[in-house]
């Protein structure tokens, strides 16, 4: 292959071969036929090269029709596309979004309402801490007062506290 070169473009000197793949649809109804303009014409490569560095160019490419490629797309873009579907994915996204916001709307509400029970049950676990406390002590001044008063019963009337010990025997260690 021979390349020419003009100034400090490259250009092959014929055009090579290109596989492209096809970019429409296996069915039919995405692009109907009747709507399709027809192919713009051929170029040839004599007509590409015509054009200057300063961005004339070929006069004879202005002599082809022009086609409204804008058109063209909104025309198979209206035909193809169904905005029915997309309202209704958009109806269930506001839906499941609603659902969303009030299940942790709720959660919000359990959670403030655990913490305040999780509050009380510690303010009730603390009362009956000290109330736990309050009576051991309370016991506990019992149990010396009655072993003070036991002690100076067997003192001041040995005799009697002997007999009122066989009739009413406990066990000191219950």
Avoid: C
């Amino acid at each position: 292959m021979e390349a020419v070169t003009r100034g400090h473009y490259y250009q092959p000197a014929s055009a090579l071969p290109i596989s492209v793949p096809s970019k429409a649809p296996t069915n039919a109804n995405y692009y109907p036929v009747s709507r399709i303009a027809g192919s713009p014409p051929e170029i040839s490569d004599a007509s590409t090269t015509t054009g200057s560095a300063t961005g004339d160019f070929d006069s004879s490419l202005s002599s082809y029709p022009s086609v409204d490629i804008i058109e063209m797309l909104n025309d198979r873009m209206s035909n193809v596309f169904d905005p029915s579907r997309l309202d209704k994915g958009v109806a269930k996204q506001a839906q499941l979004s609603g659902k969303l916001n009030d299940k942790q709307r709720e959660l919000l509400e359990l959670q403030a309402l655990a913490k305040r029970r999780i509050k009380n049950a510690r303010v009730n676990f603390a009362d009956g801490i000290k109330a736990a406390n309050e009576t051991k002590r309370d016991l506990e001044w019992s149990q010396k007062r009655v072993s003070s008063m036991k002690a100076k019963a067997e003192r001041n009337l040995p005799d009697e506290y002997r007999r009122a010990n066989n009739r009413y025997a406990y066990a000191d260690d219950y």
